[in-house]
């Protein structure tokens, strides 16, 4: 991979991203409607859940709102992310495979777009947690945000892995809609996975570590080594399928 | 550029051999042989869904022949029928994209103009775009977007042209420039092959060859 490459496309992504103003509003106004959401229809009526990724024995009480702030917060940035990274990956199909035949490679095209979408994980990501401490102050703030942000890099690594599979917009729109909706936007949560059957489904599922990482450091003092380690594990594992599919679909032919 | 490259026979640019192509049931290419020598223009023309742009995605490597073998020379530059150049980027910005492609030098953050600065000026004044070097893409004309398309594919002066209906869309003054930078490349013995439904000017090809029931026949 030559950097040279890798940052003149980062910087092409980024100015693309940068003149998509409405799109860059909806960025900061969505968490900020969510967060709307939340305070009109939650109270601070206690509410009691066991953490799946911790042992403590008895149960957390904590006000229903604070733990919906959380809640709201991952898949907020998780969702957004996600779509967003299906765009870059789908986005001018037929022109990158033209700079392609020009000379590119396709791991620089992919990791470009990829540090394009960090750049805007990274501000989503602190803007939410910039906004939380408005209305409820977690324990540990520091892991929360990066618990946000470790949301933003696994949906948005599974985003560029659906935009690799999927040629056109609306299959890639449904599958994130699908996964992100039973995952981050619902099992996550942990007043429904605290009494589930099957918690290992929930578990497996790209959100865990993400919201682990959060939860653990809003409502407790317990490590988060291990949500952070398998954040970055899942959303790793995911970027390298997404590169490895995306290569093989931007692959020039040679000889029959 | 590179194109599917196996060793060359003397002279020829490009040599395309004994190609086949079928999606499904549908023979598109059925024996496709071609030489491109230096310093040749080669006008390949056939009806609509004739198999000219098929041939073109194989001869450039973008899609595989199922038979057959395509061997180049030269560096190439490749002009696609459909426009692919970057909307929401400016015209210098999709010129720096693809310099640094062709390992031109791009955009970078150092002083003073790129190399490829100068042959940007040089085709935007050539091809009469050249107020527009700021502009957003999305805010140019149809004509004005495929002279882009066009542009980019020649910005490294490459030996070998492809060409996949490179002037639909241009105004007939415009249309007059694109052959005289044509023939100013062919005096310098760089070649190229232009792909359209219709030839208009057949004087200024040194050969047409028509694509007809997926072969390629003398016009």
Not at chain 1, 104 to 117: D, I, M, N
Not at chain 2, 37 to 55: D, F, H, Y
Request: overall charge positive; proline content about 4%.
């Amino acid at each position: 991979m030559r950097l040279k490459n890798i940052a003149t496309s980062w910087m092409m992504t980024m100015a693309e991203m940068r003149r998509s103003r409405i799109a860059l509003i909806l960025f900061f106004v969505i968490p900020s409607v969510f967060y709307a959401v939340i305070l009109l229809i939650t109270t601070h009526r206690p509410i009691a859940f066991r953490l799946a990724s911790i042992s403590l024995k008895s149960l957390i009480t904590v006000s229903q709102r604070d733990e919906a702030m959380v809640f709201i917060g991952l898949a907020a940035v998780g969702v957004l992310t996600s779509f967003l990274a299906l765009h870059l990956t789908q986005k001018h199909a037929e022109v990158n495979r033209r700079l392609v035949l020009a000379g590119y490679r396709t791991t620089e095209l992919l990791v470009s777009k990829f540090l394009a979408l960090v750049a805007v994980i990274a501000l989503v990501g602190l803007y939410v947690g910039a906004i939380t401490p408005i209305f409820f102050k977690p324990l540990r703030f520091g892991p929360v945000l990066l618990g946000f942000m470790m949301a933003g890099y696994v949906y948005g690594a599974y985003g560029m892995l659906v935009g690799a599979i999927f040629r056109r917009e609306l299959e890639g729109i449904l599958f994130i809609v699908l996964l992100a909706n039973l995952d981050i936007g619902w099992l996550q949560n942990p007043i429904y996975y605290f009494e589930a059957q099957n918690k290992a489904v929930i578990r497996s599922l790209p959100a865990y570590f993400p919201s682990q990482l959060s939860m653990v450091s809003a409502f407790t003092y317990e490590s988060v080594l291990r949500p952070l380690l398998g954040s970055l594990a899942y959303g790793t594992a995911l970027l390298a399928a997404a590169l490895l599919l995306y290569s093989l679909r931007m692959r020039l032919r040679k000889k029959p | 550029m590179s194109l599917p490259s196996v060793a060359l026979g003397a002279e020829a640019l490009l040599e395309v051999r004994g190609v086949r192509k079928s999606f499904g049931r549908r023979r598109v290419l059925r024996d496709v042989s071609f030489d491109v020598a230096p310093g040749r223009i080669v006008g390949i023309t056939g009806e609509n869904g004739s198999g000219k742009t098929t041939l073109l995605r194989i001869v450039v490597g973008l899609l595989a022949p199922d038979e057959g073998v395509v061997r180049g020379s030269a560096r190439s530059g490749y002009c696609p029928q459909d426009l692919a150049v970057f909307e929401t980027l400016t015209v210098r910005e999709n010129f720096a994209y693809f310099a640094t492609a062709y390992g031109l030098g791009g955009a970078g953050s150092g002083k003073g103009p790129r190399p490829w600065t100068r042959t940007m000026d040089e085709l935007c004044a050539r091809f009469r775009f050249a107020d527009y070097r700021e502009s957003l893409v999305s805010t140019l004309s149809g004509g004005t977007r495929q002279k882009l398309n066009f542009c980019l594919s020649i910005l490294h002066d490459p030996g070998l042209l492809i060409l996949d209906e490179p002037y639909a869309g241009l105004d007939w003054e415009t249309y007059l420039r694109f052959w005289e930078f044509a023939e100013e490349r062919r005096a310098l013995g760089k070649s190229a092959v232009i792909v359209s439904h219709f030839v208009y000017d057949r004087s200024r090809f040194d050969a047409v060859l028509e694509l007809r029931e997926g072969v390629l026949r003398c016009a």
